[in-house]
């Protein structure tokens, strides 16, 4: 999916990829829709896992803002998102784990920023959840085609932001 894109994947492919022949992936999935679940819920569990290790480190959400701005991970997200316009289980699946993932991160954001720091009927723990993923979203994808202009100055406005509005941080 990352080298050439959704389309070009399919049993086929991947079992030419994986040294395999295409029966035998045919045979674990029928359907090339059944493949893409498989990889989303594998990559979906991988994503819980690393915010869990953030969410435990000594800086969470400086952590969270980091593993947010991982390069690959975005990238086969941006795929997905590109999947699921043509494929509604796909869709299907990408919303459920999104409100999961959604979720968790306004309950750590709830219990990790500065009492006061955010005002709830300004940007309360859910809109700063989407924030900041938003924009490590963004400066991902741009960056991916070449843009980079005002990515110093952002990025530098969220690490000063997270500097005072995090507990514990100096």
Not at 101 to 106: E, G, L, S, Y
Request: with cysteine.
């Amino acid at each position: 999916m990352l080298e050439q894109g959704y389309a070009a994947v399919s049993t086929r492919s991947v079992a030419i990829k994986a040294g395999l022949k295409a029966p035998l992936v045919h045979y674990y999935f029928p359907a090339t829709d059944d493949l893409f679940l498989a990889v989303y819920r594998r990559a979906a569990e991988q994503v819980v896992q690393r915010l869990d290790e953030a969410i435990a480190s000594a800086q969470p959400l400086r952590a969270i803002w980091t593993f947010s701005k991982e390069t690959g991970r975005t990238a086969l997200a941006v795929e997905f998102m590109a999947l699921a316009n043509h494929r509604k289980l796909i869709r299907s699946e990408i919303a459920v784990h999104n409100a999961r993932i959604r979720q968790r991160q306004v309950e750590v954001l709830s219990s990790l920023l500065v009492p006061g720091s955010v005002q709830a009927g300004i940007c309360p723990p859910v809109g700063v959840a989407v924030v900041m993923v938003g924009i490590a979203r963004a400066l991902v994808m741009e960056t991916a085609l070449g843009i980079s202009l005002g990515h110093a100055e952002v990025t530098a406005f969220v690490e000063w932001w997270l500097s005072h509005h995090e507990k514990g941080a100096d």
